[in-house]
């Protein structure tokens, strides 16, 4: 049966008008079953309904571990066996939820965990949904703490511009005011730079873009990440160029630091001339090791040398700070 968390608001109205009960009923639904409470009660015909028609199951957290940051990290389980894993972050007072979008990667990025493992399938929007829905409920029964709405990256296993209609939906679901409620700056969608997503991108309700960039130059960003033999960096930035920013909006450029790979001078330079002249953050991710990865973490001083020449190149730059990374939950740690 399908689940009901895969359903818009209009893909339950259409649905209930095809009952012949009346549209403003999916409102009361979507209350429900995402605020968890409704002026109004559906009476048991609606229910019995929706029961005969689609399931309200939800995946199940099959493992949960703790890092000593406050960093979980979840094994989260479909109904075909299937597994992902979702990562509940604490910053400030707030927390984000990391979701995956696909079991496994087709993107095979040569410092990446998860790459290593190839793509088993798409996640189907009820799944990305179901892993926000656990989670926050784990936040809440075991958190408990005044952090209202979790912020939501898709940062988690898989490429999410490869699974295009599925996460368009599922992040239609989460900003319905009605439903999930979440606002466009508390969702950021990260991308290798698949460029046929990309040029839908503007299809995509209006949230955060972060590219993970990594490298400006077309051959190591090739050896980073293979599809740039496919989707060059001149392709990818005339597709970024065109994305809708609002005020004060900047896309975000994810820079995983390697030793000795992409942290030189010219490295600088190049990313200033690429840039410099565009609405851009840098967000620089120091390279997390993994079991068998050949490359090196850089030193903390020479991830704080290569942030001063970008500051000094008068490029806004920050470090991310890596979280959870004894528990392997860090960016690119992600394997099932
Ligand atoms: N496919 C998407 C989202 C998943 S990866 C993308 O490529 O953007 C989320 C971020 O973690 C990306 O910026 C990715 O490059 C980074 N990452 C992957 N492996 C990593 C590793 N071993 N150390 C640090 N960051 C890594």
């Not at 190839?118 to 408990?144: C, D, N, P, W």
């Amino acid at each position: 049966m399908e689940s009901i968390y895969g359903l818009t608001k209009n893909d339950l109205s259409l649905f209930l008008a095809s009952h012949g009960r009346s549209k403003n009923l999916a409102v009361i639904i979507y209350e429900t079953l995402y605020k968890k409470k409704s002026k109004q009660i559906l009476s048991t015909e609606t229910w019995n309904l929706l029961r005969n028609n689609y399931s309200f199951d939800l995946p199940v957290i099959s493992v949960s571990s703790k890092a000593n940051d406050g960093t979980y990290k979840f094994l989260i389980e479909f109904v075909d066996g299937k597994k992902v894993e979702t990562v509940l972050i604490p910053f400030h007072k707030r927390y984000t939820i990391c979701l995956s979008s696909q079991v496994g990667c087709a993107m095979k990025c040569s410092f990446c965990y998860t790459g290593t493992m190839g793509l088993t399938r798409h996640l189907k929007t009820s799944e990305i949904i179901g892993q926000y829905m656990v989670v926050k409920k784990f936040l809440e029964t075991e958190i408990a703490t005044a952090a209202l709405i979790p912020n939501i990256v898709f940062m988690g296993q898989g490429e999410p511009l490869h699974n295009f209609d599925e996460v368009q939906k599922a992040l239609e679901i989460l900003l319905d005011s009605e439903g999930a409620a979440l606002g466009p700056r508390q969702i950021t969608l990260s991308t290798a730079g698949y460029l046929p997503g990309l040029k839908k991108f503007n299809l995509m309700p209006n949230i955060n873009l972060a590219l993970s960039l990594h490298s400006p130059f077309n051959q190591t960003r090739k050896d980073l990440i293979p599809i740039t033999g496919q989707y060059p960096i001149e392709e990818i930035f005339s597709a970024l160029d065109k994305v809708k920013l609002m005020k004060r909006q900047f896309i975000t450029y994810e820079y995983l630091l390697i030793a000795e790979v992409n942290d030189g001078l010219k490295d600088a330079d190049e990313l200033q001339n690429l840039l410099g002249k565009r609405k851009s953050i840098i967000n620089i991710i120091p390279f997390n090791p993994f079991p068998g990865s050949t490359y090196k973490r850089p030193t903390e001083e020479s991830v704080e040398n290569f942030k001063a020449m970008l500051v000094e190149r008068k490029l806004r730059t920050m470090v991310r700070l890596t979280k959870g990374t004894e528990i392997l939950a860090a960016c690119g740690q992600l394997i099932s």
